[in-house]
């Protein structure tokens, strides 16, 4: 039998040099005005652009707490009629770091925002964190730093096999692990990973609770965007990943008609997708 062909080693290393940068974090909302009114005035984002599509019957918006070119930002997609949607039990939570979080829990309090955890130290440690959730449903932890250049600080998914997923965006995303946490008392292991240290940038938390295996993905979170230089070379990678992790791509890379940014689009192996945006075109259409 002849053995399948390997891929190059360089090929394999394209991941940890390519220019990676989360973009940003794609989901849906059943009132997209009631929303950016929620994230602008409770969170303090702020709406960067909104497109109506009333041919292909959809709007988004894209807020964040700086410019597209160089923060990680919302997508939030309104589908004409589509007043609710399910969160489902996989996709966690965003988080927002900010000096003061018991300051931003008042905001969000005043705003109507539903207040889950409040602010104070987390069990066994002295970081300070609240959770709240949007008029939406979703979840957002709120952590206290001093500063950072990305208030817009995490991603967290549920997976049924942390190490499986780690390689996986490891070999197939050119991600390193900033962080690991097991907490057997509270039966979860969990992993942060991106593209430098955990205060500097957005990370992806993946969040392994013992003896959960599979969880249910809903209709409301979408994907998450990421800036990559060669969305052919980063396909064959992924290809290749995918072949030994599970996962698969669903979309071959190209552009997309009409704007022709380049992209490709894929699943984890526990069916989260990621879509690569070329950088060159991404800059293109922010102008």
Same mark, same amino acid.
């Given at each position: &039998? ?42 303090? &984002? ?32 309104? #589908? ?33 925002? #539903? ?59 050119? &991600? ?42 809903? #209709? ?17 990678? @992924? ?23 380049? @992209? ?24």
């Amino acid at each position: &039998m002849a053995e399948t062909a390997q891929p190059n080693a360089e090929l394999l290393e394209w991941p940890k040099k390519d220019k990676r940068r989360f973009l940003h974090a794609v989901y849906r909302v059943g009132d997209l005005d009631r929303t950016i009114k929620f994230y602008t005035e409770a969170f303090g &984002m702020r709406l960067l652009r909104k497109r109506d599509v009333p041919e292909e019957k959809y709007a988004n918006a894209f807020l964040g707490f700086g410019p597209e070119h160089s923060n990680f930002v919302v997508e939030l997609t309104y #589908n004409y009629g589509v007043t609710s949607y399910d969160i489902g039990t996989g996709f966690g939570h965003f988080a927002i770091a900010t000096p003061d979080v018991y300051k931003l829990v008042e905001d969000i309090r005043a705003k109507g925002g #539903n207040v889950t955890r409040e602010p104070g130290p987390v069990k066994g440690g002295s970081s300070v964190i609240a959770f709240v959730k949007d008029p939406d449903g979703y979840t957002f932890e709120l952590i206290q730093r001093a500063s950072t250049p990305e208030p817009l600080c995490q991603v967290m998914l549920r997976v049924g096999d942390l190490e499986r997923s780690i390689k996986f965006y490891e070999k197939a995303l050119g &991600m390193k692990v900033v962080k690991k946490v097991d907490r057997p008392e509270y039966k979860y292991t969990l992993a942060m990973l991106g593209y430098a240290e955990e205060h500097e940038t957005t990370v992806l938390e993946l969040t392994y609770n013992y003896g959960v295996t599979e969880y249910t993905k809903g #209709n409301a979170y979408a994907q998450v965007a990421i800036g990559t230089d060669d969305v052919y070379k980063s396909a064959e990678v @992924i290809n290749h990943v995918t072949q030994e992790l599970g996962g698969k791509i669903t979309r071959q890379p190209g552009p997309i008609p009409g704007i022709n940014t380049k @992209i490709v689009s894929f699943l984890d192996p526990d069916g989260w997708k990621t879509v690569l945006v070329d950088n060159e075109d991404f800059l293109k259409e922010l102008q």
